[in-house]
């Protein structure tokens, strides 16, 4: 759905053609062609187009004489304004997945099947970097989820396009289809994660994790286990088990190892796959519920991101991926509140708040992937707490870890996937909060600092191993608003961890930071 092509784009005869223009200073405007350049003499003598970052110019080359951009074969021609292009390498990346973006959506609403994008290969920049943020801001931007409308796929945004295609514009092709190839597969997860997410409860289902977590297991080097609710049983995971009673689905505990070599760094990512949040007993208010359809989307992310690492197969690292699934329900054998269950660990918990699962499953997950994998590092996402809403908005990912040179390297990945994300603290005084008077620990902390007493509840099952939780609640939807995201899910967190499999290099130190 997205190539590359060497042909010349003055030949490109389809619906849309994109080229990026450079601002410098008030008077100039820098673009691959020519032609373009002449075209925006008289749009920019009239202040209307300037080449701001995200503005855009829209000609039709028919009308156009043939030094002015009369000699495009193509349908219309769409120029996206870059801005001056000053700032850090993260920013520029950014840059260039909104103005790809841009160019999509204006593709969409002027209903265009296909379009063919010129990379700014006048830019001092890389061209494998900006190669693959085009991609991103491309086919995440062309994302639409309408399988269940009926009006084949349309939607007040337009159809998505069929065709989209990247011309390299004076950068190395080798270096553009290296880039593609990562955005490519960055992108198309980031999708698969939008599709889980978007999914009703009664669509996906733990078994479905269980399916995709076999599908991308085969003809692969991955491996996938999945374990029933049998084999929780007899291992102990209480926490599972506890959220699952209510529920009519079983749960589905989805792991996948791709393992490259036994002396290689082990990278271990878990993710909430809580199907569908309804409280349990302690049961959440109706307005809004439905939204908690996307209290998957750790789990999402994490799945998504292996199909990644089943593509490209990293000869340097091993990773392993935990889903637990369930839905949170009600159902007659529901968990009561007051309840006390024993983790995969041996740590009891006085379950006071029903509606408090994530936690509770996630403990199970970690505890069992830590004790047998022994990773070097893990890092768990979750839509874990309302809290993080009222602390970070819906802009910023909340990062909890016990050691800080694990939290550069994910603040720096995820910087550089546009998905970025602010650390708040641990410690003791929090972890008091969860004291119980019947059991080790209580699974809530009270109302100041839920995100924080949340991840000190985690921070029980993962022993001295370097790790870090994302609170992804206020990103994973709503996210910022921006031209390569929709509204809805937004696939967060998925290109932050292929980053971060794909640059992996050992911690200094091992110990607590
Ligand atoms: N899935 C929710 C967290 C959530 C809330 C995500 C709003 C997205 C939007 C989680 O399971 C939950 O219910 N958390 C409770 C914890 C509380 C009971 C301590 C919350 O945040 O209210
Ligand atoms: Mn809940
Ligand atoms: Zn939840």
């Known amino acids: 759905m997205l190539k590359v092509t060497t042909k010349d784009p003055l030949h490109y005869d389809g619906h849309l053609l994109v080229y990026f223009a450079q601002k410098k200073g008030d008077k100039k405007l820098i673009c691959n062609a020519k032609e373009v350049e002449k075209a925006l003499r008289q749009p920019m003598k009239a202040g209307d187009f300037i080449g701001e970052k995200g503005q855009t110019f829209l000609f039709y080359p028919q009308q156009c004489a043939k030094g002015e951009g009369g000699v495009f074969k193509a349908k219309r021609v769409l120029v996206v304004g870059l801005g001056e292009f000053e700032g850090d390498v993260a920013s520029c990346r950014e840059e260039f997945r909104l103005a790809a973006g841009t160019a999509v959506t204006t593709a969409r609403s002027l209903q265009a099947r296909d379009a063919l994008t010129v990379l700014p290969g006048f830019l001092k920049f890389s061209a494998l970097g900006v190669a693959e943020c085009v991609a991103e801001g491309l086919i995440l931007g062309n994302y639409r989820f309408s399988k269940y409308k009926k009006e084949n796929g349309s939607n007040e945004n337009g159809k998505p396009l069929t065709k989209l295609t990247i011309h390299a514009g004076g950068f190395t092709n080798t270096q553009v289809e290296k880039g593609v190839a990562l955005g490519r597969a960055s992108a198309l997860a980031g999708c698969a994660a939008r599709d889980m997410a978007n999914e009703p409860g009664n669509g996906w289902t733990p078994q479905r994790f269980a399916d995709f977590g076999k599908k991308i297991a085969h003809n692969s080097d991955l491996k996938c286990r999945v374990l029933e609710k049998s084999d929780m049983k007899k291992l102990g ?188 603290p641990l410690g003791p005084e929090y972890t008091k909060q969860l004291k119980s008077e019947v059991a080790d620990l209580k699974n809530i902390g009270g109302k100041p600092a839920g995100t924080i007493t949340a991840a000190a509840y985690l921070e029980h099952f993962i022993g001295k191993t370097p790790w870090a939780h994302l609170d992804i609640a206020g990103t994973a939807w709503n996210f910022t608003e921006k031209s390569y995201i929709p509204k809805g899910p937004s696939g967060i967190g998925v290109r932050t961890i292929a980053n971060l499999i794909r640059n992996w290099y050992p911690l200094k130190k091992t110990s607590k930071g």
């Open 237 to 424: 995971m209480g926490g599972l088990i506890s959220v699952n009673q209510g529920s009519a689905l079983p749960p589905k505990l989805v792991i996948l190892e791709y393992i490259s070599g036994k002396k290689n760094p082990t990278l271990m990512f878990v993710g909430k796959g809580l199907t569908f949040d309804s409280g349990g007993i302690s049961l959440k208010p109706s307005p809004g519920m439905e939204e908690m359809k996307y209290d998957m989307c750790g789990g999402a992310a994490v799945i998504s991101a292996m199909q990644i690492v089943a593509k490209e197969k990293p000869g340097d690292v091993n990773v392993v991926a935990l889903i637990p699934a369930t839905d949170n329900m009600s159902g007659s054998a529901a968990t009561r509140p007051g309840d006390i269950i024993t983790h995969y660990n041996g740590v009891t918990s006085e379950v006071v708040n029903t509606d408090a699962e994530g936690r509770l499953i996630l403990a199970d997950a970690l505890s069992y992937g830590v004790e047998k994998y022994s990773p070097d590092i893990v890092i768990d996402l979750a839509t874990l707490t309302g809290a993080v809403i009222f602390g970070l908005g819906h802009h910023r990912t909340g990062l909890l870890s016990n050691n800080d040179e694990l939290v550069t390297r994910i603040m720096d990945a995820g910087d550089d996937a546009g998905e970025p994300l602010w650390r708040l």
